[in-house]
T-cell receptor, first 113, second 113 residues
Framework: GNSVTQMEGPVTLSEEAFLTINCTYTATGYPSLFWYVQYPGEGLQLLLK?????DKGSNKGFEATYRKETTSFHLEKGSVQVSDSAVYFC????????????FGRGTQLTVWP | DGGITQSPKYLFRKEGQNVTLSCEQNLNHDAMYWYRQDPGQGLRLIYYSQIVNDFQKGDIAEGYSVSREKKESFPLTVTSAQKNPTAFYLC????????????FGPGTRLTVL
């Protein structure tokens, strides 16, 4: 089946620290991969995406590379800020006509000044 | 301003009552989705619709119903048959429903008293 596994949180970091949130997936076909971010009390916003193997998605200093050989899409940022505190969701779209997303459980990130 | 609106932001319901959550989009998107979010469980798909007058059950459709009479609207009814309805409900839409980015509304927090 199709599923996404994220590292469990919460993750707590000091400002300017390096961030990695691990995400691995199981999917049939050739999925697209996404990272969404949710700030407290709000809906989800797309952070970045990659649609094929070896693609790198990037936005706001965050990056993730689609690794088909390790079925991974880890999220990284070189220097986090307090404003990055949020819940991060990894998701996949298996590329069929159904267009539905499969989400991981989310990882809570808290950044302290 | 284009986007997705959900109303109300907070909703309280007595046990045994049906309640309808509103979702409207002015993005001219074909596909719309309803997700349920519970703490530590990520997002689970309730229903989705790829075109007007058509919709499909997601993973947890029991106790919910939807309609898609207009392209811009996809209301969700939480019926009294839903055993544990207290949750955060998110509506989303995408242009073609196939590997396209999903855009999320701000969510409705439903509490059953």
């Amino acid at each position: 089946g199709n599923s996404v596994t994220q590292m469990e949180g919460p993750v707590t970091l000091s400002e300017e620290a390096f961030l990695t949130i691990n995400c691995t997936y199981t999917a049939t076909g050739y999925p697209s991969l996404f990272w969404y971010v949710q700030y407290p009390g709000e809906g989800l916003q797309l952070l970045l995406k990659a649609t094929k193997a070896d693609d790198k998605g990037s936005n706001k200093g965050f990056e993730a590379t689609y690794r088909k050989e390790t079925t991974s899409f880890h999220l990284e940022k070189g220097s986090v800020q307090v404003s990055d505190s949020a819940v991060y969701f990894c998701a996949l779209d298996r590329g069929s006509t159904l267009g539905r997303l499969y989400f991981g459980r989310g990882t809570q990130l808290t950044v302290w000044p | 301003d284009g986007g997705i609106t959900q109303s109300p932001k907070y909703l309280f319901r007595k046990e045994g009552q049906n309640v309808t959550l509103s979702c409207e989009q002015n993005l001219n998107h074909d596909a719309m989705y309803w997700y349920r979010q519970d703490p530590g469980q990520g997002l689970r798909l309730i229903y989705y619709s790829q075109i007007v007058n058509d919709f499909q059950k997601g993973d947890i459709a029991e106790g919910y119903s939807v309609s898609r009479e207009k392209k811009e609207s996809f209301p969700l009814t939480v019926t009294s048959a839903q055993k544990n309805p207290t949750a955060f409900y998110l509506c989303a839409s995408s242009e073609r429903g196939n590997t396209d980015t999903q855009y999320f509304g701000p969510g409705t927090r439903l509490t059953v008293l």
